[in-house]
């Protein structure tokens, strides 16, 4: 048998698609300005919604700032070493 090459595409990662970048971007940018304005919205108190403590929130934006630049990080060493 014969060993097939993989595909370039397949080597590459897909935050280097702009169109991609873009609009996951977007679509979470929205997602989380939702999520986090959602309990401080007037009609929101029929759900039993309570805003969440400003540390908490804080905390949540710092934790997830740093998981992105260490997925950043790693995929940039990753990439570079194949």
């Given at each position: 048998?014969?060993?097939?090459?993989?595909?370039?595409?397949?080597?590459?990662?897909?935050?280097?698609?702009?169109?991609?970048?873009?609009a996951g971007g977007g679509v979470l940018g929205v997602a989380s300005r939702t999520a986090l304005a959602l309990p401080y919205l007037p009609f929101v108190a029929v759900l039993g919604f309570v805003p969440l403590p400003a540390a908490v929130v804080i905390a949540m934006i710092v934790l997830t700032l740093a998981y992105v630049a260490a997925a950043e990080v790693a995929k940039r060493f990753f990439y570079v070493r194949r």
């Open positions: 048998m014969r060993a097939v090459p993989p595909r370039r595409e397949l080597l590459e990662p897909p935050a280097r698609a702009a169109d991609g970048a873009i």
